[in-house]
């Protein structure tokens, strides 16, 4: 049975967890299309022209271990805005949605502009300050030396930059369920979203 959920929100909110764990509860394959953008931004990073890097594209690019770093997040949130590489983008994104036994797929635009007819769709926030200590720990504990500051005003240019343009802003589709995680657990945050999935399945058939 095709069965698509789209998951969206800003950098940080937990969404990366909850759609791993979502797509593993239902046995769906899972894409984070955020490694799409940062595949380009790297690429441009390295001198690349960002619409030519994101049509020669290759899923080979997605394994490239340094598309984890707060460099290559903002090289990413510049390439999003560029209306083409965006288009470029959009077949892969749409051919993974439609795999046989079914998908996730989680971003920014996934339930807005991708999969405006997914059958489950959740907007994943947090506040700014929580999403910021997240990620400031995590590249600690991967032995990367970033201040909370930084790391805070970062989260807040990326944000900025990801709701303000014009082409395909970060906003929730009208109909997603939101999940502040803000004060959650990751256990609680993956539960809610587990029900909401179960519950799109269920009346699906
Ligand atoms: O999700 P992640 O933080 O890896 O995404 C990196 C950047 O890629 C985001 O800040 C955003 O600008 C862009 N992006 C996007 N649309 C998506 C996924 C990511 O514009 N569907």
Avoid at 23 to 40: P, Q
Avoid at 172 to 180: F, L, N, R, T, Y
């Amino acid at each position: 049975m095709s069965f698509v959920v789209a998951i969206d929100g800003p950098a940080a909110a937990g969404k990366g967890t909850i759609s791993r764990a979502v797509a593993e509860r239902f046995g769906l394959a899972h894409l984070d299309t955020g490694l799409l953008y940062r595949a380009v931004g790297a690429k441009v990073l390295a001198g690349g022209d960002p619409v030519d890097v994101a049509r020669a594209l290759d899923p080979v690019d997605l394994e490239n271990d340094d598309l984890r770093t707060p460099a290559v997040a903002q090289a990413a949130s510049e390439v999003a805005v560029i209306p083409q590489v965006r288009r470029a983008l959009v077949d892969f994104q749409r051919a993974f949605a439609c795999r046989a036994g079914g998908a996730v797929l989680d971003g920014r635009d996934i339930g807005t502009v991708i999969c405006p007819d997914a059958d489950a769709k959740l907007f994943i926030t947090a506040s700014p300050e929580c999403r910021a200590a997240r990620r400031h720990k995590e590249l600690m504990d991967r032995g990367m030396d970033h201040t909370f500051e930084n790391v805070l005003a970062d989260v807040r240019a990326r944000d900025a930059r990801d709701s303000d343009r014009a082409t395909a802003p970060l906003i929730p589709a009208s109909d997603a369920v939101q999940i502040d995680t803000s004060d959650l657990t990751i256990d609680a945050a993956v539960a809610q979203a587990v029900a909401v999935v179960a519950a799109a399945r269920q009346q699906k058939g």
